[in-house]
């Protein structure tokens, strides 16, 4: 007998219910008495009772389905041991639901914040394992996350689209990806876009290195320029201003990113016409990728194999190829980051693409 939670925390992607399939499919076929209780909207429903038996023909059909089906939210991990409106503990709250239901387990998808409410949950006496999901691929401690593959489809459909359109008029365009603290998704999706220009936050770029970098294409007759620029891109001047003035910086863009005002200047300084384009959250949405459909079964058929055998605590990963356990108390906390002096940078460069460094 097992009885399990789930639920799926935080900004959505590509291939959470993909992955509570494995999971779900995975227990089904190999424990004899199976409960799966679902969890809505994330920490939220745990910590507010907000839960379903499920049975397994929930979790039949949703592989290529978006979204997730118990619903998400951002319940940021500096206010778990912050007292609710009413006063409610949440931390307490989540425990007390927890040992109501007599889980064995909480399955838990989702990024980094997620992660290290786990981790906390782990620390306070819970079986938990945590699934690696989001677009920005920042999880420490897996190559991969589940959602990225499908994020660099869209966002590099975007950039194909743009190209046609910035040929047929002579136009720099800006096309900002998401990505606030890493530049993974906008590295793969610049180089697999076919950018000109990649702005990442690991890498401050140089305004001046920048307009060099479209000045040079136009005198060597290419009529466009596009550039692929991380949501958190940031200037070589910005990332020297202490943390509390870029902060007030960012609050006077007005709902304005980087893109704005980089394609300011660029028309300021090159006389070109720029267009910015923002995708958004496009690229958390639709069907996940073949790649991710694969991967999420992967990860889904690793946890459940982890609970059968009463493992917990863990990430499941995915680390050269193949899925592992990672224990959590070794990565909740950390970032995975674009490695400036990496091979995939340096192979960029290589072919004539800008980072503005
Ligand atoms: O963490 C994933 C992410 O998609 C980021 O890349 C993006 O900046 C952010 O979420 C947007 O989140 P929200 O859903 O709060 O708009």
Redesign the pocket.
């Known amino acids: 007998m097992k009885r399990i939670g789930i639920l799926t925390s ?4 590509q291939g959470l219910n993909a992955t509570m399939r494995g999971v779900v499919k995975g227990l089904t076929k190999n424990v004899d008495d199976l409960e799966v209780y679902g969890f809505y909207d994330g920490y939220k429903g745990l910590i507010y009772g907000n839960y379903r038996l499920l049975s397994p023909s929930d979790f039949s059909g949703i592989l290529t389905r978006g979204g997730t089906i118990l619903g998400s939210s ?1 319940q940021p991990f500096k206010l778990m041991r912050v007292p609710d409106e009413k006063g409610l503990d949440k931390v307490e709250a989540m425990k007390h639901t927890y040992h109501k239901l007599r889980l064995n387990c909480l399955v838990i998808l989702g ?1 980094n914040g997620t992660q290290k409410t786990a981790n906390l949950l782990r620390e306070e006496g819970l079986n938990v394992i945590h699934l690696p999901k ?3 691929n920042d999880i420490y401690g897996t190559d991969v996350t589940f959602g990225f593959q499908s994020a660099i489809n869209i966002a590099t459909s975007a950039i194909d689209c743009i190209h046609t359109t910035a040929a047929s008029h002579n136009r720099v365009f800006v096309v900002e990806v ?3 603290k890493v530049g993974w ?1 906008t590295l793969y999706a610049g180089i697999a876009g076919g950018a000109d220009i990649i702005l990442l936050p690991e890498i401050p770029y140089d305004l001046e290195k920048v307009i060099d970098a479209v000045k040079r294409r136009t005198h060597a007759g290419k009529g466009f320029t596009i550039l692929a620029v991380a ?2 891109a940031i200037s070589k001047e910005d990332a020297q201003l202490p943390k509390k003035e870029y902060k007030k910086k960012l609050e006077e863009r007005k709902g304005h990113s980087v893109s704005y005002e980089l394609a300011a200047q660029i028309e300021e300084k090159t006389g070109s016409e720029v267009r910015v384009v923002v995708p958004g ?1 496009t ?2 949405g639709g069907s996940p990728s073949p790649y991710d459909r694969v991967l999420c079964t992967r990860l889904g058929a690793a946890a459940a194999d982890l609970i059968v055998k009463g493992k917990y605590g863990y990430m499941v990963a995915i680390v050269d190829g193949e899925t592992c356990k990672v224990p959590l108390e070794e990565v909740a906390g950390k970032l995975k980051m674009v490695e400036t002096d990496s091979p995939i940078i340096k192979e960029a460069k290589t072919i004539g693409i800008s980072f503005g460094d």
């Not at 935080?10 to 992607?13: L, S």
């Open positions: 935080g900004g959505d992607c951002r990024g989001t677009i920005d998401m990505g606030h998704l949501e958190g959250h690229q958390r």
